[in-house]
Nanobody, 116 residues
Framework: QVQLVESGGGLVQPGGSLRLSCVAS????????MGWYRQAPGKERELVAV???????TYADSVKGRFTISRDNVRNTVYLQMNSLKPEDTAVYYC??????????WGKGTLVTVSS
């Protein structure tokens, strides 16, 4: 069983920055895709950013130019650097990984609150 553990969420003022991290419990598994989703209160879960192995990152239009996703494939870790945060970025952020066999894994989520 693979566990994804997120960290780095918290309360930040508008315009501030946070860096989320997600590490997979089993480094022997290699993931084709690693990324981040978020779910705001009363809304559907949405893709924030994803990075497919060997490909270029994909971002939601709402975060382009502000968020940056990166991966450490040796450590099976994915990061999300979030800058210029806005109140509308407030959500629970979930880590997601997909193996080469097509199995998807989810973390339990980390809360990001952007408020003054």
């Amino acid at each position: 069983q693979v566990q994804l553990v997120e960290s780095g969420g918290g309360l930040v003022q508008p315009g501030g920055s946070l860096r989320l991290s997600c590490v997979a419990s089993r480094t022997a598994i290699r993931f084709n895709a690693m990324g981040w989703y978020r779910q705001a209160p009363g809304k559907e879960r949405e893709l924030v950013a994803v990075m497919v192995s060997g490909g270029t990152p994909t971002y939601a239009d709402s975060v382009k130019g502000r968020f940056t996703i990166s991966r450490d494939n040796v450590r099976n870790t994915v990061y999300l650097q979030m800058n210029s945060l806005k109140p509308e970025d407030t959500a629970v952020y979930y880590c997601n990984s997909e193996s080469y066999g097509g199995i998807r894994y989810w973390g339990k989520g980390t809360l990001v609150t952007v408020s003054s």
